[in-house]
């Protein structure tokens, strides 16, 4: 039976304190019938109708609101049923979501900031602090809302039950420039009469210690502080509840996020969230106004960090010390949590490594972040504990002082990351293959602690532009990372408006790193929009973004002397070239204004695509004329007639075949070269960032896929598969963060936990799976699997805005059959491995395709037929140079 599913609004994972009064609406059509016209019903709170709109399209994604604008606080009931092609009777309506805006005005917020501290001294982590209020609620709570931010992080309880299950609130922005505060719905939490709220506050990313070389301390501001406005409705009306706050030291005596948590037990206060704790002593917080400060308060785009699963230990070993060592088989992002009993006064320590050097801790690849945990018992019953206020990022933890008769069950590793929802999986019969791709999911995870890092676990975790550039295309298929990049995307173009530049890294923290700006790192600011809009079909990613995204490009362009060719100024060029010394990560074999250049040509190409999809002509006719000179430039100086690319090294022949930058049989050529090259370095790899994630599709797109799957599946390093074999459980920062003899790489720059050179796992879902988006929003795919490199199976499966797209291939002998599920409202171009020249064009449902499998190499697809009056397909037709 065909139902409607999945009804959601926005991007946000919850309805609730939505920042906009028109929020769009997208849903799925399960069970294989097209969708041919939808009826919305917007039912307000209160309203004894609803609102019934009825709309002839078959369109299901980012459908506007139906309804009047919401208005601040205001709450409505959505639901929608679809009438399909071929039958009378419309579907029975979906599930209802409910929605309610948030503070959408600024004159809606009417209370001040309360701080516990405005400065402190910084020898070393800083202690939390504990507020509370009491106040009275009359009768009947009809409703009751907290609207909550801090500078710094908070918890927060009401009458002595969390509030919430969110970690490390309200997360990391750009702080000067945008705050976002979390909606809680506290209305259950409430009683008739007197309720307390408590809080509980520390530093966070906000007045804490970050960055490398030392970090630095206060970068936001000198003071913590709490902005909590409670709305309360009840039989005395609706109204803002006044609350007179008080504090006082919390038993946690010094927390950072690189340093780790001390807490002591016998600090404790009991009941001190509760109504009736005497709070005489406390002392009372400054006031400071709001209007002191001027980050624009937000509604947050992406889900709320959770602790999503818990861990159990693998093996624990206990040491003729005492020490009791615990492997919890993979690499997280998280924090320990520990029940036991333990003897008054005694203090448990916890240390946090990556991987073991000699069998014990690894303690120099997190530098300066001591990753330390402290809890000192107030009793002999059993606690259960865990840090509330850092992260760390670990396999392995160390306990001193865990009691000699207690065992580990009661020791577990929380995983900890944003709340996103799994959209992507893919799997073959090659199991070291499996488990890199594992890696991959591991290390997005571990990084979208809020915002898109590099790591997490030294003195550093930084929200790098690179990265996320080069990685945003598998993200954006592994899990629905929209709101999380939105988020970062803010950040970025606020800082970018502020400082004229995008930099490279988000939100931007002056540790020493250069500031000036780079290629493949500042042209996140095109690329990962375009990406957003191409997997997730929302235009209105691409007309938010468009400024941060020209103005990147119009910086450059100014920096060429508007000839399109960039060879000036500070670059990182591909970063971590295996060949580079370990103290000198950014001497590459390949120029970089090469890449540099390179790049301009791309996101030059990529605005101009925008244009024409905002249907912008003054804006067309700019970038085309940026982008041709950027490609002549390219052309002109860093390629010979025939084909041959300056450096002559694998990254920049890959870069130019996979961004179109040859031109006629410089293709072909270039093409060869680079499987020499490949060949000649006993298919090892020879990247770094900027190469590693393309070099497997310029190898396939210039007729050498079984170069592409043998560098693949190598297991020697440097290479994809040798940190597999190592034991790893998540991607490296370096080839050889470990070297074969167990021992650590001597370089700095030695993560454990780097998802940038994992972003080839696109190639592995597009080509070796063989599911790619055509259209944006998955509208139009492509099912072409490519198989080689021995596998006999492969599988990829994608839970597009349309729903699940799959498809799963095996071969045995000379026959290859490929299943494939094609959601209702897409349309896939079928192009199997079969040796023909031929596209199928199928629909919704399950398709099966059987043949002989020829080994050969396989002729190319049939070009494409172009519609040149689809805006989308015409800016497709820019991209891919086929005007």
Known sequence: MTRVDRLRVEHAAQALGIGVATPRLSWIVEGGREQRAYDLEVRFAGADDATIVSVESGDSLHRPWPARPLRSREAAVVRVRAHLVGVDAPTAWSEPVHVEAGLLDPSDWTVDWVSPSLEAPHEGARPATLLR????????????????????????????????????????????????????????????????????????????????????WDNYGTDVALLLQLEVEDDLGARVVPLHWTHAPAPIVATGLYEGERHDARLEQAGWSRPGFDAAAWDVPDILPRTQFTAELESPTGPPVRVIEAIAPVTAERRDDGRLLLDFGQNIAGKLRITVAGVPGETLTIRHAEVLDDGELALRPLRTATAEDEFTFATDRPITWTPRFTLHGFRYAEISGWPAGAGADGIEALVVHSDMRRTGWFETDHPLLDRFHENVVWSMRDNFVDLPTDCPQRDERLGWSGDIQVFAPTAAHLFDATGV???????????????????????????????????????????????????????????????????????????????????????????????????????????????ATAYHARTARLVLAAAELLDDTEAVARYARIADLAEAAFRTNYVAPAGRVVSDTVTALSVAIAFGLLEGDQMREAGDRLAELVAEGDHLIATGFVGTPIVC????????????????????????????????????????????????????????????????????????????????????????????????HAAVRHDSPFGTISCDWIREGGRMCVD????????????????????????????????????????????????????????????????
């Open 485 to 595: 990049l939105e988020n970062w995307l803010r950040d970025l173009a606020a800082e970018q408006r502020a400082t004229g530049s995008v930099l490279n890294f988000h939100p931007w923290i002056d540790c020493g790193f250069p500031a000036d700006p780079a290629a493949a790192w500042g042209d996140a600011a095109v690329i990962v929009p375009w990406t957003l809009y191409r997997r997730t079909g929302d235009l209105d990613l691409l007309r938010t973004h468009f400024d941060s995204m020209r103005a990147w490009v119009d910086q450059v362009f100014a920096l060429t002397h508007e000839t399109g060719h960039w060879n000036e100024g500070f670059q990182l060029g591909d970063w971590l070239d295996p060949a580079a010394p370990p103290e000198r990560p950014g001497d590459s074999r390949t120029d970089a204004t090469l890449v």
């Open 133 to 216: 209020a009491e106040f009275d609620v009359t009768g009947t709570i009809r409703r009751a809302r907290a609207y909550v931010t801090a500078h710094g992080v908070y918890d927060l309880e009401v009458n002595g039950s969390a509030a919430s299950d969110e970690v490390l609130a309200p997360g990391w922005s750009s702080y000067r420039h945008r705050l976002r505060y979390r909606t809680l719905d506290v209305t259950e939490a409430l009683t008739g009469g007197r309720n307390a709220i408590g809080a509980w506050l520390a530093d966070g990313w906000y007045r804490g210690r970050l960055g490398f070389n030392g970090g630095l």
């Open 820 to 883: 494939v599920v094609i959601p209702a409202g897409v349309t896939a171009e079928i192009s199997m491995p079969d040796g023909r020249d031929r596209v199928e064009v199928v629909g919704a449902g399950a398709h099966r395709f059987e043949f002989d499998h020829r080994a050969a190499d396989l002729d190319p697809p049939r070009p494409r037929r172009w519609n040149i009056h689809n805006p989308e397909e015409r800016a497709q037709m820019i991209l891919e140079g086929a005007e």
């Open 697 to 792: 599709d310029a190898l396939a797109a210039t007729g050498h896929l079984d170069d592409a799957y043998h560098l693949l599946l190598r297991t020697e390093a440097p290479s994809w598969l040798y940190a597999v074999t190592m034991g790893a459980t998540t991607v490296w920062e370096r080839w050889d963060s470990m070297l074969p003899d167990g021992s650590i790489n001597p370089g700095e720059m030695t993560s454990f936990n780097h998802y940038a050179l994992g972003a080839v796992a696109d190639f592995l879902h597009r080509v070796v799976g063989g599911l790619a988006e055509l259209e944006p929003g998955y509208r139009r795919v492509r099912i072409a699997p490519r198989p080689g490199g021995g596998l006999g």
